[in-house]
């Protein structure tokens, strides 16, 4: 009599949405807690035609979570880092990551009076957790790669293409949605940028990277 046996998922669409989201490096993280169900992953998005980009994310970005050796040897053996407790348990798992994510993940800059840190699919203004659309967290990133400046309305444009009143529209939604109108400023006919103090960081930096 079998003691374990691993089946997939009756029900594969919340599997593919969490592939999809580690892809397009909107999630923190993702956690294993057994090798056949990081095969499924990876087999599953071979078939969605994403493999390779959720590699580059699990190699970057994205951290990888396994319960224990066993579980994160399939990850290893294709380079991609793995975060692994002490001890092969749910809870261990859980503290690892809660340790863990906000060091590799998080991107922690020093904005108008405040502090802003960038996760995958929301943003922490001064502790309070802004939930934020895919949009949004674009428009956000985008003005983060390079903090205090200039990004025009052009280049705030979606892949797919719009228009710059639609960037405005969004600026408008991602400013309210972070509570503090400063932390993005609008540069008169050029476009926005974060309000970023390179003062406080250059006295911060071992609390935050960007």
Same mark, same amino acid.
């Given at each position: ?65 396994? *319960? ?5 040897? $399939?990850?290893?053996?294709? &380079?991609?880092?793995? !975060?692994?407790? /002490?001890?092969? @348990? #749910? ?59 200039? *990004? ?5 444009? $979606?892949?797919?293409?719009? &228009?710059?009143?639609? !960037?405005?529209? /969004?600026?408008? @939604? #991602? ?36």
């Amino acid at each position: 009599m079998p003691v374990y046996r691993w089946i997939g998922p009756a029900d594969p669409a919340p599997l593919r949405r969490v592939i999809d989201a580690v892809a397009t490096n909107e999630l923190d993280a993702v956690a294993f807690t057994s090798a056949p169900a990081v095969i499924s992953f990876l087999r599953t998005s071979q078939d969605l035609g994403l493999r390779e980009a959720v590699l580059e994310a699990l190699r970057g970005p994205v951290v990888a979570a396994g *319960v224990g050796p066993v579980t994160s040897g $399939p990850l290893l053996a294709l &380079d991609i880092p793995v !975060v692994q407790p /002490a001890r092969a @348990r #749910l809870g261990a798992l859980v503290r690892e990551i809660v340790e863990q994510v906000p060091r590799r993940r998080g991107l922690l800059l020093p904005v108008a009076e405040g502090w802003l840190d960038i996760r995958g699919q929301a943003a922490v203004a001064d502790g309070r957790i802004v939930p934020l659309s895919r949009t949004a967290m674009a428009l956000l990133r985008r003005l983060a790669a390079r903090p205090g400046h200039v *990004v025009t309305r052009r280049d705030l444009l $979606p892949p797919g293409g719009g &228009d710059e009143h639609a !960037v405005e529209v /969004a600026i408008g @939604r #991602l400013r309210a949605a972070l509570g503090d109108p400063r932390i993005i400023q609008t540069v008169a006919k050029r476009g926005y940028r974060l309000a970023f103090d390179p003062e406080r960081a250059a006295v911060d930096t071992a609390d935050w990277r960007y």
